[in-house]
């Protein structure tokens, strides 16, 4: 194979995946690694891709880059739509208990589903009987979504609201939160990685879901298969802070190895 032909190959695989390490590729092309080093630099130099610490990312992959809430709905929707179905079985059955619900177009999803529940007939007895999930947010759409319905007690974090995400960040957020103990937080991610564990790029929501993690007796991290082994700028949890992932992929062999390490319970939705 010519190395043109091989850089395109490789080019292609990291523009699919999002990333590529430097091993893999040399296992998969029977090459060394210096020479996918070298393809690596060259297909940077082009712009086709981003070098990192072994391996690459796709060129669109910066530390602060952010799609809007809108664009983020509309993405990977049957997985998201997998790992919310998955989540809701961790939502106490019945109106009951209470749980923290990040901003994120995978709560979102989660957050439909759970108002179907909640809507259910089965349920009326209990809501009846006066019993409420307290449920919380900082997430405008996610308490549009939950306003109203029966059995459900929303809570809103107050505070500035990024018109990106949607979200409420800012000091009132964060000391929001620091008031409360849920008993489940369901957190969205930008990037969750072996060694820097969670991140997003912005500080302010940073703050923000740190607090969250930091808050609730249980955390759940909804995460679609972009964002493992991803890194953005702000680091706001470690692996060892969180208690289950909720994932549509099985995470890379260094990503699964650090999450046990740090006894992460892993869902494959």
């Known amino acids: 194979m010519f190395a043109e032909e091989r ?9 699919e995946s999002g990333r590529a390490s430097v091993t893999d590729l040399a296992e998969r092309f029977s090459i060394t690694t210096e ?56 939502v106490p059955e019945g109106p009951s208990g209470s749980i923290l619900m990040d901003a994120g177009s995978t709560t979102e999803a989660l957050a439909d589903l759970l108002a179907l529940r909640m809507s259910d007939p089965s349920s009326a007895p209990a809501v009846a009987n006066g019993n409420e999930l307290v449920v919380i947010t900082n997430a405008i759409p996610i308490a549009g979504k939950l ?44 990037g969750i990685h072996a060694a820097f564990g969670l991140s997003t790029p912005d500080p302010e929501e940073a703050a923000a879901k740190a607090a969250f993690v930091q808050s609730a007796r249980r955390i759940v991290v909804l995460a679609d298969s972009s964002k493992l082994d991803a890194e953005t700028l702000v680091q706001f949890a470690s692996l060892k802070d969180l208690d289950t992932l909720i994932t549509n992929s099985e995470p890379s062999p260094e990503l699964a190895a650090a999450l046990a390490e740090a006894g992460v319970e892993v869902v494959i939705a």
Do not use: M
């Open 35 to 90: 020479t996918v080093r070298r393809d690596l630099a060259a297909l940077e130099s082009v712009g086709s891709l981003r070098r990192v610490h072994g391996g690459a990312v796709a060129a669109d992959r910066f530390s602060t880059t952010e799609e809007s809430i809108l664009v983020r709905t509309v993405q990977k929707q049957p997985e998201k739509l997998r790992i919310a179905e998955a989540a809701l079985g961790f």
């Open 147 to 190: 306003a109203g319905e029966p059995g459900i007690a929303l809570q809103i974090l107050g505070g500035r609201v990024r018109g990106l995400t949607q979200a409420a960040v800012g000091q009132s957020t964060v000391e929001g939160a620091q008031r409360i103990r849920p008993d489940i937080a369901f957190i969205g991610t930008n």
């Open 7 to 15: 850089q395109q190959l490789i080019a292609g695989l990291v523009a």
